[in-house]
């Protein structure tokens, strides 16, 4: 996925959790400034692990990224910076 497109899906996830205006959020924008929280941030990894999973590994996505990278520029580069990995079949099924 392109990250133009994801930023925008990550960015109405954000306007619908935090109920402000798609208007106010751009790549600058910090989610904690905007209003999120720690559990706000939860809110969103599990949207967005539900969401598109095909992106994110069985582990899905670690709080900590969005809490070390509040920028919503930032923190969509750094998810597609780390897709998730093909499914390994390990033993017989």
């Known amino acids: ?8 899906l990550v960015a ?9 205006s798609i208007s106010s959020i751009d790549e600058n924008s910090n989610f904690f400034h905007l ?6 941030a939860l809110q969103l990894c599990a949207t967005l692990e539900q969401n ?15 809490v070390n990278e ?4 930032q923190f969509v580069k750094a998810l597609l910076a780390h897709p998730a990995e ?3 079949v390990v033993g017989e099924l």
Do not use: H, R, W
């Open 1 to 8: 996925m392109k990250y133009e497109e994801f930023f925008s």
């Open 12 to 20: 109405q996830e954000c306007a619908t959790l935090l109920n402000v």
């Open 35 to 40: 209003g999120g929280n720690s559990v706000l």
């Open 52 to 66: 598109f999973p095909i992106l994110f590994s069985i582990d899905g996505i670690d709080i900590t990224s969005i």
């Open 70 to 73: 509040p920028n919503l520029g």
């Open 86 to 88: 093909p499914a390994t």
